[in-house]
């Protein structure tokens, strides 16, 4: 399975996680692209929707390498988000690159699961998995994980997975729902 990781570069904390989820998924077999994000890289997206308009699923600023990042997801069987929960929500990095891959849905919009979303742009999207790790409360775990299901209901996914952990000692536990799924999206 291709397995696009995209990880933050908050701490060495994370920088552990990348190491330990990328070697468990090679030797799982799986074909690995692991790219370490740095928002302080990614141009902010400045809201002209040129990406849903005039150049359909590629987004004008070019001067970075979001729509390679954003062309490796969608080409993925699966992507892994490795975020610090800050606040609840995704790290700076992390949101950086999800704001910009807005390339990836189209501009018009249809009721799904009975709410307004966005139509797919494209037939299929990679699964989805998303483990948020950090020193989080259970309220803000708990917002990290109702973030994540909603943002799986906007891109669609065959399946999607949010996971906490505090540190790399609960990786292996971990660990194993990330297999099952990407087992199950074989």
Not at 49 to 78: H, M, Q, Y
Not at 90 to 98: E, G, P, R, T, W
Not at 147 to 154: C, E, F, G, K, T
Not at 168 to 184: D, K, N, T
Request: net charge negative.
């Amino acid at each position: 399975m291709k397995v696009l990781l995209l990880c933050d570069r908050e701490s060495a904390t994370g920088s552990n996680l990348r190491d330990a989820v990328l070697s468990l998924l090679t030797e799982m077999g799986h074909n690995v692209t692991a790219i370490t994000l740095d928002h302080r890289d990614l141009h902010p997206c400045i809201g002209c929707f040129s990406c849903w308009t005039r150049t359909p699923g590629e987004c004008v600023v070019t001067s970075d390498n979001a729509n390679s990042i954003a062309k490796a997801l969608v080409c993925a069987d699966a992507v892994v988000l490795l975020s610090r929960i800050t606040y609840g929500g995704y790290s700076a990095d992390i949101k950086s690159f999800l704001d910009r891959s807005i390339q990836n849905i189209a501009a018009d919009f249809e009721v799904y699961k009975g709410e307004m979303r966005h139509m797919m742009r494209y037939s299929r999207f990679p699964l989805w998995i998303a483990v948020g790790y950090g020193d989080a409360s259970a309220a803000e775990q708990r917002t990290f994980a109702c973030m994540v299901q909603r943002n799986a209901l906007n891109v669609r996914p065959k399946d999607y997975l949010v996971l906490t952990i505090q540190d790399r000692g609960e990786l292996e536990e971990a660990a194993q729902p990330i297999l099952r799924l990407l087992g199950a999206g074989a």
